[in-house]
């Protein structure tokens, strides 16, 4: 089974601070997603990658960058947390584009203050 | 406009009744298309998925594709209460890279 895991289930930071967000899937897939949902909006793809270091901004890159230093891992990060950025935060994974299967973790329930 | 609509629900049917949803759409581009099911404070996973036009069904699933009329559906047979989570749409182009687009997602309970 395809395994997607991410840091934390649920966090708390306050306005400006920097967070890191970690997704580590463990089925050697080439592609990974940062998504973030919110009621009556669904899922909003912030960012994907396709390889190692390579990137690409999806709908809401606004206030978000992303990092992929290993194929298994795959970082968002919130360079100054808004209370807006308050949301639930999902990382899928998918074998390589073009296949459509996207494999979720648990997703992480940030709450800015 | 969204590209995707779906109802939010909550949508409550008692044990052993159909359910039925739907997700309509207004991008003609979109040809795969894919049924997430989301529990509370769980990541979505997937249901069904078609490509174009055409029914499919996987036991007591069954996933329904109009392009003509751009509207998708998900029936469940046999409710059970193990059904009851979050449904979500999701549909892409057909090019060799195109994000996915979800709905937005309907509830459903169901009720023993």
């Known amino acids: 089974d395809v395994k997607v895991t991410q840091s934390s289930r649920y966090l708390v930071k306050r306005t400006g601070e920097k967070v890191f967000l970690e997704c580590v899937q463990d089925m050697d897939h080439e592609n990974m997603f940062w998504y973030r949902q919110d009621p009556g909006l669904g899922l909003r793809l912030i960012y994907f990658s396709y390889d190692v270091k390579m990137k690409e901004k999806g709908d809401i890159p606004e206030g978000y960058s992303v990092s992929r230093e290993k194929k298994e891992r795959f970082s968002l990060i919130l360079e100054s947390a808004s209370t807006n950025q308050t949301s639930m935060y999902l990382c899928?994974?998918?074998?390589?584009?073009?296949?459509?299967?996207?494999?979720f973790g648990p997703g992480t329930r940030l709450l800015v203050l | 406009q969204k590209e995707v609509e779906q109802d939010p629900g909550p949508l409550s049917v008692p044990e052993g009744a159909i359910v039925s949803l739907n997700c309509t759409y207004s991008?003609?581009?979109?040809?795969?298309f894919m049924w997430y099911r989301q529990y509370s404070r769980k990541g979505p996973e997937l249901l069904m998925y078609t490509y174009s036009s055409g029914n499919k069904e996987d036991g007591r699933f069954t996933a329904q594709v109009d392009k003509s009329s751009k509207y998708i559906s998900l029936f469940i047979r046999d409710s059970q209460p193990s059904d009851s989570a979050t449904y979500l749409c999701?549909?892409?182009?057909?090019?060799?890279?195109?994000?996915?687009?979800f709905g937005a997602g309907t509830q459903v309970v169901v009720t023993p």
């Open positions: 991008n003609s581009a979109f040809q795969y």
């Open positions: 899928a994974s998918s074998l390589r584009l073009g296949l459509e299967t996207q494999y």
């Open positions: 999701a549909m892409k182009e057909g090019d060799s890279w195109g994000k996915l687009q």
